[in-house]
């Protein structure tokens, strides 16, 4: 299993535009979350869906818009990028409540 | 509104001098606390789960505590690759589903 991937790795952005960061997982999980890392803020929750065509907001969802097509797949859109949204982006799998979640290796973007 | 603060921010050790970090939480009904290993450009790496207060978890020099009000990550005698940031997360039964609060971190060095 690969897991939980991301794609890209980094990124850089001018205000303004738009783009795509991919998450995919092989796990066969039902939920899976966008977070974002900043420094002195500790992750924080942008969407999650629990299931395919579920998704609902998080503490930080403004700027942001996600879809649930498939089991596997749950993109973030960054919709008009600000320089606000330079940061970490981690997504994160988990079969049910309780379980482990399990993080991908991360988006670095920045946006000028 | 659920919280976790984690104590302290940093903290130094010399090979093999044992320590431990802390976890305070408040949550409206405690579904599960986590425990998570970060890596300098990595994700998050899961430890410990831990679901009522008394459980204790270990793996290899790091054992995890529960109480009502907080949590201990105690690292014995530990080696200079257990370097890393440690971070704490909650989820209560309050509130959105599939949402994890966490802590902003400790980041632990361990010289030689």
């Known amino acids: 299993n690969a897991g939980v991937t991301q794609t890209p790795k980094f990124q850089v952005l001018k205000t303004g535009q738009s783009m795509t960061l991919q998450c995919a997982q092989d796990?066969?999980?039902?939920?899976m979350s966008w977070y974002r890392q900043d420094p002195g803020m500790g992750l924080r929750l942008i969407h999650y869906?629990?299931?395919?065509?579920?998704?609902d907001q998080g503490e930080v969802p403004n700027g942001y818009n996600v879809s649930r097509s498939t089991t596997e797949d749950f993109p973030l859109r960054l919709l008009s990028a600000a320089p606000s949204q330079t940061s970490v982006y981690f997504c994160?799998?988990?079969?049910?409540?309780?379980?482990?979640?399990?993080f991908g290796p991360g988006t670095r973007l920045t946006v000028l | 509104e659920d919280q976790v603060t984690q104590s302290p921010e940093a903290l130094r050790l010399q090979e093999g001098e044992s320590s431990s970090l802390n976890c305070s939480y408040t949550?409206?009904?405690?579904?599960?606390l986590f425990w998570y290993r970060q890596d300098p450009g990595k994700g998050p790496e899961f430890l410990f789960t831990?679901?009522?207060a008394g459980e204790e978890k270990e793996k290899e020099r790091l054992k995890a505590t529960l109480t009502k009000k907080e949590s201990f990550l105690h690292i014995t005698a530990p080696k200079p690759e257990d370097s890393a940031t440690y971070l704490c997360?909650?989820?209560?039964?309050?509130?959105?589903?599939?949402?994890?609060?966490f802590g902003t971190g400790t980041l632990l060095a361990v010289q030689p």
């Open positions: 994160a799998s988990r079969q049910g409540l309780e379980d482990t979640q399990y």
């Open positions: 796990m066969n999980h039902e939920y």
């Open positions: 869906s629990v299931g395919a065509g579920i998704t």
């Open positions: 949550v409206s009904g405690l579904r599960g």
């Open positions: 831990l679901y009522s």
């Open positions: 997360a909650v989820e209560g039964y309050g509130g959105a589903t599939n949402k994890l609060i």
